[in-house]
């Protein structure tokens, strides 16, 4: 089990660097590769009033004259250990991990991440509960009636769900729900700890938009899975038994039927937690997401950057978090591993 | 003796083990011959099908309709548009006739008019179509070329080479990969790769999706390649001196392809719905260029005077994704050899 | 009293604890209805035991779900009446239904790997059948009871192993637990459908003196579903032979056996292998057979006189030629101190383990010889007959055919050798390539070895494909459109194609029913002569192996324990494990089958007050 662990935890960091690695090449080899000089690349990393000097600094700042490995071992280096920049005769501490300043507000990227990060917890965590809770509820309920009209209606509404792009029914519940009916206010992110109700009524249409179209997916996935296990031979077994299928459903069925549901879950629940980015944006959220995709139209390149770092920072937790559920969840980790 | 048994043998054919999984009198049909049979009484994936045959057929002939209505999809005509809020006006010769809430639908217009300038709406949702369906056309035959690839050696040969490739798909599959592609789309300069404006656009989306979606289908095709390799056929062509190029393309690939087909219908809508988000964020193609996920993004302005620019498109999206997914539902359970009707 | 037919209702015995009168199933499919089971009727006595017997599609699973009510909730029709313990399983409610499972009727399933949850312990599920029928018992009773079963069933520790789960356990062990799981809440009938077809014949034999010990201990009464007539031999009182959801005959099991009256039956009964047939009466047999078909000899004859493609490709030398040539000299093929080394992912940080699936094993074959191996799982005959075919590389040793080392050559220098040795596989729903014509699937092996006129594969193809009795015009058609047995002859006109010296043949009839098992044999005997083949047949049925080979090996975890002539190791065994086997074989002969039983019981008995000393 040990073992199993250290593996998945191997596998984590690993995902890490591949993630840093891919980061760095985006940023420093891809507009190379796409034939831009060392003085281009670094225009792009001074902002909007190139001068010579700027530029020059830009270079020294990043290493750009020095060899791919040199830079990425700055790169590295930068977010472990924090780095030194300099602006003009100003020396500024970017203490680690450090993921460069904003060339438009010249702040530190990562505690503006920090700053923005409880509104994308608030989306994702509620969200996610959200389409958990409903994706799999229904997706048992209709699995067990398969066939009923609940079944149908719900399938149905779930083939909708997953053709349905977050930004559209974000569109429309912005239309119609705020705009035409009136029936909520414009989403708006106010900390729970400033007033929980407002935190509740302003969340609640992102939360929706953004659990339709991955309940959707789970409804079905967790239908699908729960027919799979409830032809197994084991259910036969249970049945064979005389167990109530009330007991089989809940007590054979549901189990395999979810443990690949969890792995699934951590996937999805870490993306969305590096960013929201589409219902972010739909809503004008100030999270992550929108931190980023506000960024492009400034090429404000290293807070892009930062996101990137940082969103992959989340889904290897939330991969570990899985595999430690699975110990739990599936016996046979614990013994091959 | 044996006489009777042998006659029972050949005449039944397949019969006894056919009984028990419930299909009967289906020996002599091809498996394809049986899924073409379900499919047909799928009456809602033969819709899907008949949408996307349509869709297809509109976004070729894109350049006829335009010409044929004598609109285009570039024409402004901000004198029919209300000055105030954008939207289309009820009375185009009153520019006081105040905002039409259909969006100035007519048979002119059957989709109305884009606010702020009037360009047409029905023009622009085909061309639209025109781009999203090349770029997920293209990114899905690239996921498929490189999925179906590095499954299959991955299945194939095991070992290492499957340790490197199983492990890139996981990691692949856990890249923040909106993220990524923003990135991309963010530092490589206009004029790249010899390609400038939507071309190298168009390019560089179908690599970015292609490029970060192909895990879905290399991990179908390892999966089924793995199962396939249990398979003693694999063994048996081997034994008679067969070369592993021969048991991969010869034996293995046409095994594959049903469910790399089936994949690549449900993975096109994926791509379709990713090219939409990569537009509607301000990174895919630029505007005057129609795209779907464009025109969304510009009605974040207009939804309060003109929900139609939120309708038309949205819908346009909904009903081209809901089709492949019809479609590829459909394809999945007429192909699956375990349904029994 | 043997009563063909079932049209007669067994006379009525009213304390039945298993009652069926006209049961009938039928499956709606999407090409009309498919009556499984046709108008059957049974009783079982208490204590009694009933065996039923049928090939696949014979309806006998169909029946033992329909007993245990499992039908409920599918689309299975079923009329008639059933009657278990006094409910009517067809009237009855949901509830009485569940009550009735477990309780009065446990069931045995056939696949013991999955029929157990795999994320349960298995104390778990056996306290939660026992206390679904007991929810008064508390929780420390059902475990001791849960405990006492499990000892009962013979597995060791029951008390430690009750915390186990299912993938801790081998399949034998498995399906014990299953027994137990089974025999908690003390049940009047079990109800094995085909328990032991998944096991390997020592284990099975094991589980069917288990079953045996059950019943008469505990005063069960027993139903054995199997294929298998000499499973049932020694297990049952009576028995029921199915064929195609009919009863054909049933019986007291040694009039059945001893004397069968339907014409199924009696063909079912020749098919099964017999151990105590020597290879000379097979072949005899065969033989004798044969000349009484003149059509089929007269066909090899002209078959033999046009050798189409080998002969036209000049390379291979005349089959009869080269056969002459070796037989003077040395052996076609020669194993030396074999082994094969798997590596096993270790445990805790462990280094990897290495494994040994083959281990120091040697022989030699002779042309136009048959050598036996037999094994059961684990003993490394696959491996090893991979590794004389050259799809596994031996890790040490030497392997050589004709003279010619072949341990170490690289694939490309392999293919010629693929014309000379060649492999027939068990399992011909996988062996053939579903996608491609079982005309192409036969010719590939010209084409890969460079043959690229389309005319003469093609034309070698149909001759080969009329030589082992189908038809030439079946050429264009996919596998799936053949049964099992036509499947099988279709693999071995594919090994055939290249006129090969030697052919392996790993399990060819294992997966085949009985009846087809005999026809491909007699096949593989006939062409054995015709081709003058030198044959290496692996297989874990002892019958089979002694009736087409003149030596036998006997494997056991990748060691030769025996090697000798077929006949002397089968009638004078020397080794232990040789012994153990052969008791273990079922035979046809309930008496017999009682007394081999008598004699595993004082071999065990022995063994473990040896294991107590």
């Not at chain 1, 009033?49 to 700042?61: L, S, Y």
């Not at chain 1, 965590?125 to 209709?142: K, Y």
């Not at chain 2, 890139?168 to 390609?195: E, H, K, S």
Request: proline share 5%.
């Amino acid at each position: 089990m040990i073992t199993y662990l250290l593996r998945r935890l191997g596998a984590g960091v690993l995902l890490l660097a591949v993630v840093t690695l891919v980061t760095f090449m985006i940023f420093y080899v891809v507009p190379r590769m796409a034939g831009q000089t060392t003085e281009q690349l670094a225009t792009m990393y001074v902002g909007k009033a190139p001068t010579e000097e700027a530029i020059q600094a830009a270079i020294a700042r990043y290493n750009l004259d020095e060899p791919v490995v040199v830079q990425f071992w700055e790169f590295v280096k930068a977010i472990f250990v924090g780095a030194d920049y300099t602006f003009g005769n100003q020396v500024t501490q970017c203490s680690a991990p450090c993921f460069g300043y904003s060339f438009q507000t010249y702040q530190e990227v990562f505690p503006e991440i920090i700053r923005r990060l409880p509104v994308t917890l608030s989306l994702a965590l509620g969200a996610g509960v959200v389409w958990l809770v409903g994706g799999v509820g229904i997706g048992i309920i209709s699995a067990i009636k398969k066939g009923s009209i609940f079944d149908r209606v719900a399938m149905g509404l779930a083939l909708a769900g997953v053709s349905l792009p977050v930004f559209f029914t974000g569109l429309l519940a912005l239309a119609f729900v705020v705009h035409a009916w009136g029936i909520l206010p414009t989403p708006e992110y106010t900390p729970i700890t400033e007033n929980p109700f407002a935190w509740l009524v302003g969340m609640i249409l992102p939360w929706l938009t953004l659990a339709f179209l991955q309940g959707a997916q789970y409804a079905r996935q967790t239908r699908a899975g729960m027919l799979e296990t409830m032809g197994e031979d084991y259910i036969r077994t249970a049945r064979a038994k005389g167990l109530s299928e009330r007991r089989v459903i809940f007590k054979h069925g549901l189990r395999p039927t979810l443990t690949p549901i969890v792995t699934i879950f951590g996937l999805d629940i870490g993306l969305v937690l590096g960013g929201a980015v589409l219902t972010e944006s739909v809503y004008s959220l100030q999270g992550i997401g929108r931190y980023a995709v506000q960024a492009i139209v400034t090429s404000d390149l290293p807070v892009i950057l930062g996101v990137t770092l940082f969103s992959a920072f989340f889904i290897v937790l939330c991969n570990l978090i899985v595999d430690l559920l699975y110990v739990w969840v599936d016996p046979r980790v614990r013994v091959s591993g | 003796m044996t006489a009777p048994l042998e006659a029972q043998d050949s005449a039944e054919g397949a019969e006894p083990e056919a009984i028990t999984r419930g299909v009967r009198n289906t020996a002599n049909r091809s498996l394809r011959q049986i899924a073409w049979q379900r499919l047909k009484r799928d009456r809602v994936a033969m819709a899907g099908g008949v949408v996307v045959i349509v869709l297809v057929l509109a976004a070729v002939l894109a350049p006829v309709i335009a010409w044929l209505t004598g609109e285009s999809p570039y024409q402004y005509d901000e004198a029919l548009m209300d000055p105030l809020t954008g939207g289309a006006l009820n009375d185009p010769a009153d520019p006081a006739s105040g905002v039409d809430p259909l969006g100035g639908m007519s048979l002119k217009h059957p989709f109305g008019l884009e606010p702020g300038n009037g360009r047409d709406m029905f023009l622009r949702v085909i061309y639209g179509a025109q781009i999203s369906l090349i770029v997920a056309f293209c990114a899905t035959v690239l996921c498929v070329v490189i999925g179906t690839l590095l499954g299959i050696v991955s299945g194939y040969f095991g070992g290492w080479v499957d340790a490197v490739i199983s492990r890139a798909m996981d990691i692949f599959l856990a890249f923040p990969l909106l993220l990524f592609a923003i990135a991309l789309a963010g530092v490589v300069p206009d004029g790249a790769f010899g390609l400038n404006g939507n071309g190298l656009r168009i390019g560089l989306l179908i690599f970015i999706i292609g490029f970060f979606n192909w895990p879905y289908i290399g991990r179908i095709v390892r999966g089924q390649t793995l199962a396939l390799k249990e398979r003693e056929f694999v063994e048996a062509a081997r034994s008679l001196g067969a070369g592993n190029a021969h048991i991969l393309f010869r034996e293995l690939l046409p095994n594959l392809v049903t469910p790399i087909l089936v994949y690549s219908t449900l993975l096109i809508p994926t791509n379709i719905i990713f090219e939409a988000s990569l537009s509607f964020l301000g990174v895919g193609i630029n505007p005057p260029t129609p795209s779907w996920g464009g025109m969304l993004d510009n009605a974040l302005d207009y939804y309060t005077t003109s929900p139609h620019f939120v309708i038309v498109p949205g819908l346009a999206i909904f009903l081209t994704v809901l089709a492949f997914n019809l479609l590829g539902d459909g394809l999945r359970d007429a192909f699956d050899p375990r349904s029994t009707d | 009293m043997s009563t063909p037919g079932a049209g007669k209702a067994p006379a009525a015995a009213t304390d039945a604890v298993v009652r069926v009168r006209d049961l009938t199933i039928t499956f709606p499919t999407m090409d009309g209805e498919v009556r499984a089971v046709d108008g059957i009727s049974f009783d079982v006595a208490p204590g009694g035991a009933l065996g039923i017997v049928g090939e696949s599609g014979s309806g006998k699973s169909a029946t033992s779900l329909a007993l245990m009510g499992l039908h409920r909730g599918t689309r299975a029709q079923i009329t008639g009446e059933i009657a278990v313990v006094d409910t009517d399983i067809n009237a009855a409610s949901d509830a009485q239904v569940r009550a009735l499972r477990g309780n009065d009727i446990a069931m045995v399933f056939q696949d013991p790997m999955s029929a157990l949850h795999p994320q349960y312990t298995i104390g778990n599920q056996i306290v939660e059948a026992y206390r679904s029928h007991h929810p008064e018992a508390s929780k420390a009773d059902a475990r001791k009871r849960a405990v006492d079963a499990l000892d009962r069933v013979g597995i060791p520790e029951p008390a430690r192993r009750f915390n186990s789960y299912p993938h801790e356990f081998s399949g034998g062990m498995r399906q014990r637990v299953l027994i137990a799981m089974g025999l908690v809440c003390e049940p009047r009938v079990l109800l094995a459908d085909e328990p032991t077809t998944a096991l390997d014949v020592t284990v099975q034999a094991q589980i069917l003196d288990l079953l045996d010990d059950l019943r008469r201990d505990l005063g069960m009464s027993l139903i054995l579903v199997s294929h298998d007539l000499a499973v049932v031999a020694g297990s049952v009182d009576e028995v029921l032979v199915m064929q195609k959801g009919k009863v054909v005959e049933r019986g007291d099991v040694s009039d059945v056996l001893a004397r069968p009256e339907h014409p199924y039956t009696q063909a079912l009964l020749a098919a099964v292998p017999r151990v105590e047939v020597s290879r000379a009466q097979r072949r005899a047999q065969v033989r004798a057979e044969r000349v009484h078909a003149p059509d089929s000899a007269a066909e090899d004859a002209r078959i033999a006189a046009s050798d189409a493609p080998a002969a036209e490709a000049g390379e291979s030398l005349s089959v009869m030629e080269s056969g002459a040539e070796i037989e003077a000299g040395e052996p076609l093929l020669k194993v030396e101190n074999v082994r094969m080394r798997f590596k096993v992912r270790g445990g805790m940080l462990a280094q990897g383990q290495d494994f040994y699936a083959v281990d120091d094993v040697s022989f030699e074959l002779r042309q136009g010889e048959t050598l036996g191996i037999v094994g059961e799982s684990g003993s490394g005959k696959s491996t090893l007959s991979r590794m004389v075919m050259r799809l596994l590389q031996p890790t040490e040793g030497r392997v050589t055919f004709e003279g010619r080392d072949i341990t170490r050559m690289a694939d490309r220098q392999l293919r010629p050798l693929r014309r000379d040795v060649q492999m027939i596989f068990q399992n011909p729903y996988s062996s053939l390539n579903p996608r491609i014509t079982i005309g192409d699937s036969i010719g590939t092996a010209l084409r890969v070895q460079g043959e690229r006129n389309r005319q003469t594969i093609k034309n070698a193809v149909r001759d080969l494909l009329d030589r082992v009795g189908l038809e030439p015009e079946h050429y264009n058609r996919f596998p799936h459109a053949f049964s099992g047995g036509q499947r099988q002859r279709i693999a071995i006109a594919r090994a055939l194609i290249l006129r090969p010296k030697l052919i392996i043949c790993d399990e060819p009839v294992s997966a085949l029913d009985v009846s087809t098992q005999d026809q491909v044999l007699r096949l593989l005997a006939e062409l054995q002569d015709d081709f003058d083949l030198t044959l290496i047949f692996v297989a874990h049925d002892l019958a089979v192996v002694r009736q087409v080979s003149d030596r036998v090996l006997v494997m056991r975890k990748g060691k030769v324990v025996e090697e000798g002539e077929g006949d002397s190791v089968y009638e004078n065994p020397q080794h232990e494990y040789t012994k153990q086997l052969l008791t273990a074989a079922p035979v046809l002969d309930p008496a017999e089958a009682r007394s081999l039983r008598a004699e595993r019981a004082r071999a065990r008995g022995t063994e473990e007050s040896a294991a107590a000393s």
